[in-house]
């Protein structure tokens, strides 16, 4: 153990009360100096890290949940909306060539008609219209009705992707209150 006289707090009491007064507050004033010192450096890390934190936390993917139910949502909004819900000027000009007759139609059996009456370039073109404005374009994306691909996007990715989520609906088309075409099967997949 340290005697008196050994320890440093001794050691500068002597050396303020050989020196005057006046060293005695500059030496409260220099220890005061390194409080403030180190305080503004432990506040400035704790910035500093706060900062690094917030601003990484924005990048935030798409939740995988949510993931999983972009075919299904696509699938749902194809099924639900009616031709006469949309306003897009490709649609507007299939209603005003006459390629669309009933515009009480969903955008769903409207393909469909499209693909039972053998016009496979309008029911692309109407797939594509749609799914370029709802699906994103990092997304691959595919229609196929039975096993007639209507419209496919980034092909060389299904292969290569890390997630392919499907959608598949049962499809048909009344063609008047005796023929029906079909069933077949419709299937969205979308992949990542």
């Known amino acids: 153990m340290l005697s008196l ?6 050691i500068d009491i002597l050396l303020i009360h050989q020196k005057g007064c006046g060293a005695l507050k500059r ?3 220099s220890r005061k100096g390194y409080y403030f010192i180190i305080d503004a450096l432990i506040g400035s890390t704790i910035i500093v890290i706060s900062l690094i934190l917030i601003l990484n936390t924005n ?3 798409q939740p995988v949940k949510s993931k999983y139910l972009l075919a299904e949502e696509f699938s749902s909004f ?5 031709i006469e819900d949309l306003n897009d000027p490709y649609i507007s000009t299939l209603i005003q060539n006459g390629d669309i007759t009933n515009t009480k ?3 769903m059996e409207q393909i469909t008609e499209f ?3 053998g016009n496979i370039s309008l029911a692309t073109n109407l797939t594509r219209d749609i799914a370029d404005s709802v699906v994103t374009g990092k997304n691959g994306f595919s229609y196929t009705i039975g096993n007639t691909t209507i419209y496919n996007r980034s ?8 997630l392919v989520v499907t959608s ?3 499809t048909y088309l009344l063609a008047n209150a005796t023929t029906m075409f079909g069933p077949e099967i419709s299937e969205v997949k979308i992949w990542i």
């Open 5 to 10: 006289k050994q320890q440093p707090f001794y």
């Open 78 to 82: 194809i099924i639900n909306n009616k």
């Open 105 to 107: 139609n969903t955008i």
């Open 115 to 117: 693909y039972y009456k």
């Open 27 to 29: 030496a409260l004033k």
């Open 168 to 170: 598949k609906k049962i």
């Open 155 to 162: 092909v060389d990715r299904l292969n290569s992707s890390k």
């Open 59 to 61: 990048q935030v993917e």
